[in-house]
């Protein structure tokens, strides 16, 4: 019976494309234009939109192999993952789904005849389980298919209906479970279908899409019921290579391998390793996958879980050994394995690793930094003679270092120290809180979103976007929203977002910005639209000639296919149904074009001259200026800046003709047109391309031929996230006014240096030598003068307690390096002691405390400072030996002596 997974997954898809599905591409992991999930968790998810009827179905029927990730929730918790036989954080779900097509009994009959005929498990150790009061599903089980009445189990709500959600589409569920035996030495003897061990594994889940919930909860036969499937491709493997352990199957076993191969340890040898060997190969995945998809790990949301995933694996490959970088050579591994299924895997391979490779160069430096810190607070703890560690510090080395509980827990109790967990549970439960805080700010409010969902709805396929081809044209407006509210009609002085059904207003999406414009019933204003919108801005008087004139602000597209115009009706009154003239600001939506056109020259550009590992991770194109993040691991230098630059340049003066054509995207991206990474493309797609090497897929507008960008001019390049760069730059007038405003700038400098503009930059290195020796000769003096008043100073020792102490008032600032060598020098001439000195800084002043070293483990410099500092309100820390405080009050420094003193005392 054992298959390979490659053979399960493809059976499963060739079956249901003989029974007439559409077989259909797996969506991304980063769900798109769905701010309710966190990642991709299911096979249906792409189909949503279909299922609540928001948008046409692709195929009456369609089956996919989706990736999927869960990361969290009770059955997914990531400190399971590696340790039990079936967590995991990325999978693969297997689906069949009827669009109002079919129902039960196909569904039924057809997870039947593929468990059974195709795949080849045995009936004798299959179970179901239907939804109790599904008498439907119960009769074709055991009438039309012949299972054994005794091994069809009706279950509850909790385990066998499902819904979207509150409101919306729900239904029964029906289950396949296959009976694994008594398991090793008898452990699953006594277990029944309602235990929670693998004994009897659901392999699929069956789900009948047959009614709709209202807000009472109150429950409608849907018109046309769907089927929605879902069958774990690990779990199904398993079952047919007959293990008990997804990760003995082929889909994990080689990536244990290679985790096996790179730590030199032997998988089975040892329990905890093999956990570690189980985590990085999972996490593998999970990283590949997503960076795959365009995620990059970050210190927010969805980029968070994936730094999260990373840095588990990492500390496990730590824990077994591995103290080099490892992860890549894992990616590569899960590449090689399922880069053929997934070809946007080997697509993306210099990107994946890439970043692979970067996140852990980082973590590892983290790393090192946590366990000091850790070491410091079970140091800390020794003095204090306490032995458990802070939930606050415990949720630090979590949040903040990626340490696991564990870890810290392994590490602490070789020290003899426990851990506060219910302290650490508060501090989680915090984040938590925020994190859902966070997550519910959504943009606009609940009044908004409904009324944009029912428009969607009601004008779907009655919406049509005419402005590639003109700036103007007629519409009729089909709804009118103000105050939360839909009006039939809008009197003069009201903002209003409206509806029409045809409308070269661009809305913003893509990263470029919606168009600006007039809306008429009559002639344009002689002033013409730009200027119009101006004055109205500006709160001036604006001149329609006709019956009605309104000015558009913005213009978005709030859910697919639905394109809201915002602004204010200025003239007459706006009613629903008439039509209108509809005319963008051109001059505005033409600098737009320009900066749009000029990304993906810049995108060209930055591959040519950078690495093919160079993709798009952002961009806004404004009227004014554009910016374009992208995946590069280091600052660009100069000339690379310059080249870039130039190869853009050189491509405008060719004046390429702009071609755009709209084909199949699988067609597009065979043909090797880029896609931004994170946008969401239909099965049909607009191609745009300016060169044979500048082909990629765009709804945007742009420009005719390449020569109409005029000059393009980078402003400013930095560094916005770990592996993440931003160029800023203009295009056309934008570019001659910022190279204008430069060259100004510089005829200014040569003109102050009175040199020639050529030479300013030698001129400035001569400046700032001149600096730096004048600086050094000042630290010259400043020292010797310290010397000269360090010799009377011990005159002024006190003791406190059995501690000698020091305290001196300085009169004049001194830079922080003096600063620290004076301390240094008094402390040496003390000896046996502790020094604070008070220094002027402006209107503050600043404290620089040194410790003898007899004395740092009871009177630490770092934590001495921080209560000193704190009497004259200022802050600071530093060393055991030495450290420094500002921004305190200098009516107060006498306070902060005093506190010394007092803190020497009891010692």
Not at 65 to 87: F, I, P, W, Y
Request: aromatic residues 6%; contains cysteine; negative net charge.
């Amino acid at each position: 019976m054992a298959r390979t997974s490659r053979e399960v997954r493809e059976e499963f898809l060739k079956y249901f494309e003989a029974q007439g599905h559409k077989r259909m591409h797996s969506s991304s992991l980063i769900p798109l234009g769905d701010p309710t999930l966190l990642f991709t968790n299911a096979g249906m998810n792409q189909f949503k939109d279909v299922f609540t009827g928001k948008v046409q179905r692709p195929a009456p029927s369609a089956t996919t192999a989706q990736k999927c990730m869960r990361v969290s929730g009770k059955h997914n918790d990531l400190e399971n993952v590696g340790r039990t036989a079936r967590h995991h954080t990325f999978f693969e779900m297997l689906g069949n789904f009827s669009f109002g097509d079919y129902f039960k009994h196909e569904a039924i009959r057809y997870g039947y005849e593929l468990v059974v005929e195709r795949l080849g498990i045995d009936p004798n150790k299959l179970w179901f389980t239907v939804y109790k009061d599904d008498d439907e599903a119960y009769q074709i089980w055991t009438r039309e298919i012949g299972a054994p009445a005794d091994r069809v189990v009706r279950m509850d709500e909790k385990s066998n209906f499902w819904s979207m959600g509150d409101v919306g589409p729900c239904g029964p569920c029906s289950e396949i479970h296959v009976d694994q035996g008594e398991g090793v030495n008898g452990v699953w003897r006594d277990e029944t279908i309602w235990g929670d061990s693998d004994r009897f594994l659901e392999i699929w889940n069956l789900v009948f899409m047959q009614f709709y919930r209202d807000e009472t909860g109150k429950m409608t036969p849907l018109p046309s019921p769907s089927v929605d499937t879902g069958a774990g491709l690990e779990r199904m493997t398993a079952v047919l290579q007959g293990k008990t352990s997804n990760y003995e199957t082929d889909l994990f076993q080689p990536l244990i391998a290679k985790a096996s191969e790179l730590c030199g340890k032997l998988y089975r040898s040892n329990p905890e390793n093999d956990v570690s060997m189980q985590v990085i190969a999972d996490h593998a995945r999970a990283t590949t996958f997503l960076i795959g998809d365009g995620m990059l790990p970050s210190n927010e949301h969805r980029g968070y879980v994936l730094r999260r995933i990373m840095r588990r694996a990492i500390r496990h490959g730590h824990r077994l050994g591995l103290d080099r970088v490892f992860m890549p050579d894992v990616c590569e591994t899960v590449i090689r394995e399922m880069g053929d299924v997934y070809p946007e895997l080997v697509r993306n391979r210099d990107f994946i690793l890439n970043v692979a490779r970067e996140e852990e160069k980082s973590f590892r430096r983290t790393l090192a930094a946590g366990l000091e810190i850790l070491g410091e607070a079970i140091a800390r703890l020794d003095t204090e003679r306490q032995n458990v560690i802070p939930g606050d510090v415990i949720f630090k080395l979590y949040d903040t270092f990626g340490f696991p509980v564990d870890l810290t827990e392994i590490i602490a109790g070789e020290r003899g120290k426990t851990l506060d967990q219910d302290g650490f549970a508060a501090e989680m439960e915090k984040q938590r809180a925020r994190g859902r805080a966070s997550w519910k700010k959504g943009e606009g409010d609940e009044d908004m979103a409904r009324l944009y969902g029912e428009a969607q709805a009601e004008f779907k396929d009655k919406i049509a976007f005419t402005g590639y081809e003109r700036d103007e044209g007629e519409g009729r407006v089909l709804a009118i929203f103000a105050g939360g509210r839909r009006l039939g009609e809008a009197p003069e002085g009201v903002d209003v977002e409206i509806v029409v059904d045809k409308t070269p207003f661009y809305a913003e999406s893509g990263g470029q910005v919606g168009d600006r414009g007039l809306i008429v019933v009559g002639g344009l204003p002689e002033a013409g639209v730009g200027q119009t919108i101006e004055v109205a801005a500006q709160g001036g008087e604006t001149v329609f000639p006709g019956d009605l004139g309104m000015v558009v602000m913005e213009t978005q597209k709030p859910l697919e296919g639905l394109i809201v115009h915002k602004g204010r009706v200025l003239k007459g009154v706006l009613k629903a149904g008439v039509t209108v003239r509809l005319a963008v600001d051109a001059e505005r939506r033409n600098h737009t074009r320009r900066n749009h056109s000029a990304t993906h020259l810049l995108q060209y550009a930055l591959r040519s001259t950078l690495g093919t590992h160079v993709k798009q991770s952002g961009s806004w194109v404004g009227p004014d200026r554009l910016r374009f993040d992208f995946t590069h691991f280091q600052a660009i230098k100069p000339e690379e800046l310059q080249r870039i630059e130039a190869i853009v340049n050189a491509k405008v003066r060719q004046n390429a003709p702009v071609e755009t054509v709209v084909k199949p995207l699988d067609v597009a991206q065979k043909e090797g047109a880029i896609a931004f990474f994170g946008e969401k493309y239909g099965e049909v797609v607009r191609v745009v391309t300016m060169s044979a090497e500048s082909v990629e897929l765009c709804g945007g507008t742009h420009v005719s031929r390449t020569g109409d960008i005029g000059l393009f001019k980078i402003l400013h390049e930095s560094s916005i996230a770990s592996g993440v760069r931003r160029i800023e730059a203009a295009t056309g007038l934008g570019a001659v006014e910022a190279a204008q405003t430069e060259s100004r700038a510089l005829a200014e400098a040569a003109a102050i240096l009175s040199t020639a503009p050529q030479a300013v930059p030698e001129g400035i290195r001569a400046l700032l030598e001149q600096q730096r020796q004048d600086r050094k000769r000042i630290e010259q003096l400043q020292r010797e003068k310290a010397r000269l008043q360090s010799a009377g100073l011990l005159d002024a020792v006190q003791t406190a307690g059995k501690v000698r102490v020091l305290c001196v008032k300085l009169d004049e600032e001194m830079d922080p390096k003096t600063l620290r060598d004076y301390a240094q020098e008094v402390l040496d001439k003390l000896g046996q002691g502790v020094l604070c000195l008070a220094v002027p800084a402006g209107d503050k002043v600043g404290f620089t405390v040194a410790v003898s070293a007899d004395l740092q483990k009871a009177l630490p410099a770092g934590k001495t400072i921080a209560q000193v500092a704190a009497a004259a309100g200022a802050k600071g820390g530093g060393r055991p030996d030495l450290a420094q405080a500002g921004g305190g009050d200098p009516s107060k420094v006498e306070a902060a002596f005093a506190k010394l003193k007092e803190l020497a005392a009891a010692v």
